[in-house]
């Protein structure tokens, strides 16, 4: 916050944001009157919207970008609402105070105030049409358009100002000896967390543009960018966030490239062409597999460096949120990021979990990205950022490059039944627009995870709500009965911060003796950072004066 205190007294009030409205002329402006379907799904001439049996929302739209987008938002419109409000809702919640609510305005607007300079104008249209569908209730922050644009940098942002932690994801490639059948197989968590809310509508989203490539993306209502996808030529795009200074001012947001090369790039020499031409203001890993070349490689970037990393010798690529090419090596702030972080165990639990399995399956896949043990199978409690699963991703996917086939799972989490589609198939099946006509091919789903039904999920969910609770009683000096504190402590018992809260509410009631055994208790666990360790260490050092 200090940050943004001192770039708005050096920017004065000159911001002035994004104002320009993109070159629409030569597109189609009207898309029609859409028709309902099924509860909550409708369709269009150019789009279809409706939702599967397992949860999951399957958007379609077709045509020139501002048909795409306004056909997007004509059919998402109130799922579009929904997803502003979570996203708006926690932003409130991190930022309480309506005058630093006020500062982060400031800042967004100066923030953003060359991003149009950085972002295709097709993909302007297409964000501009979708804004067209975006309610007023919003408009504090900013109008539709420009406030669309913002949001569409938010995983840059969330970047930009570190504190807000809302990132962090773990993925793997695996082919020729290493797969059961020798072709590519990718898998992916995206543990992308903005709140509960904001994670509740999964949309699987079909793409068939005027230009380039059919391609399918795993994203949620309002989201033009690509984080998870594949197109039609068996190339894939997912990202992973990585250590990154405070910029001055956006420049391309990463969905934006990563969907640039979803929808152009047939090979992974394409995704590096187009990666080179866009200026990005964040450092982020993109896994790029490519039926074409049978294998993927990371396209790292970053504001001044642009490296890429193929695994030498092997035929499993691993990526968490460091870098791992040449240009990156003796980076400072990688070299922080592996030491101070979650990301290096995590990277090294799942090459230890692809060495289980020589032999990978699809199901093999999903059984890795559910995983929510550590190094050697030790206990580390629900929820642990030092876990592939760390009970709190918005999507898992899971692709076949080769045979165009992608899974996606459904909720809780990557807990839900994984849904299968075969994106040949359904883009034939698209093509007729029988709104009638099941996309997913259900015979190759994999089926959920049973915990997801059972009495130690139950109380990993009650968990996260009672911690909410105590570190509300925590900020507000509220007092907690110790039957209480000791029925939290049972919910999850071997996580750090379980302790570590108890911890923390008997300091503050100065029951030391009490707050420093908890501390102990605390330290004795799998604790995530070493920020988190060196926290512990000074709490019991202070319990013990």
């Known amino acids: ?131 067209r569908s975006a309610s007023d209730t919003f408009n504090f922050i900013a109008p539709p358009y420009p406030r669309l644009l913002y949001f569409h940098a938010a995983h840059d942002i969330g970047h930009a100002l570190r504190d807000l932690a809302l990132v962090g994801c773990t993925s793997f490639a695996a082919w020729d000896d290493h797969t059961a059948d020798g072709k590519l ?184 990205l559910r995983n929510k043990e550590g190094m050697g199978g030790v206990d580390l409690g629900y929820g642990n950022e030092k876990a592939i699963n760390q009970l709190l991703a918005h999507h898992a996917v899971i692709f076949q490059p080769e045979d165009r086939r992608m899974w996606v799972a459904a909720a809780p989490y990557q807990l839900g039944e994984f849904v299968a589609y075969d994106l040949d198939e359904v883009f034939k099946r698209l093509a007729s627009m029988d709104t009638d006509m099941a996309l997913a091919t259900d015979s190759l789903n994999i089926a959920a995870d049973p915990f997801a039904l059972s009495a130690d999920f139950g109380r990993y969910e009650e968990f996260r709500v009672e911690m909410r609770n105590l570190e509300a009683a925590i900020a507000t000096g509220t007092e907690v009965p110790d039957t209480a504190l000791r029925d939290f402590q049972q919910l999850n018992p071997m996580f750090w911060k379980t302790d570590f809260l108890i911890g923390e509410y008997y300091r503050g009631r100065r029951r030391y003796a009490d707050a420093l055994r908890h501390y102990r208790r605390a330290a004795s666990r799998e604790v995530t950072t070493k920020a988190d360790s060196t926290l512990i260490q000074k709490r019991i050092r202070k319990c013990k004066k």
């Open 1 to 131: 916050m200090r940050y943004l205190i001192c770039l708005l007294a050096l920017c004065g009030t000159g911001c002035i944001g994004v104002k320009r409205l993109p070159p629409l002329a030569n597109y189609n402006h009207d898309v029609g009157q859409r028709i309902e379907v099924a509860p909550g799904g409708y369709a269009l001439p150019n789009g279809l919207l409706r939702k599967n049996q397992q949860g999951l929302w399957e958007l379609y739209v077709t045509g020139d970008p501002l048909e795409r987008g306004l056909a997007n938002g004509v059919l998402t419109q109130e799922l579009l609402y929904q997803q502003e409000a979570a996203f708006v809702s926690q932003v409130q919640k991190l930022v309480p105070s309506r005058f630093r609510q006020w500062l982060l305005r400031r800042f967004l607007d100066h923030f953003n105030r060359r991003l149009t300079d950085h972002i295709p104008a097709a993909y302007q249209a297409e964000i501009y049409g979708l804004s």
């Open 185 to 368: 197989l990718i898998g992916r968590n995206f543990d992308f967390y903005a709140g509960d809310a904001f994670s509740e509508e999964k949309v699987v989203a079909f793409i068939a543009p005027d230009q380039g490539y059919k391609h399918a993306m795993v994203t949620w209502p309002g989201m033009v960018g690509a984080v998870s996808g594949m197109n039609e030529k068996g190339l894939t795009v997912t990202i992973n966030a990585g250590k990154s200074a405070i910029p001055h001012q956006a420049k391309t947001p990463i969905s934006l490239l990563t969907r640039e090369i979803l929808q152009y790039a047939g090979n992974i020499d394409d995704a590096i062409h187009i990666a080179r031409q866009r200026e990005v203001f964040v450092s982020e890993s993109i896994m790029v597999g490519s039926a074409a070349d049978g294998k993927a490689v990371l396209i790292e970037v970053s504001p001044h460096k642009l490296g890429v990393y193929e695994v030498p010798n092997t035929d499993v690529l691993v990526c968490a949120n460091h870098f791992q090419s040449k240009p990156y090596r003796s980076d400072k702030r990688n070299l922080r990021q592996l030491e101070e972080s979650h990301s290096k165990y995590r990277f090294d639990r799942m090459n230890e979990l692809v060495a289980q399995t020589p032999k990978l399956t699809p199901a093999d896949a999903a059984a890795m």
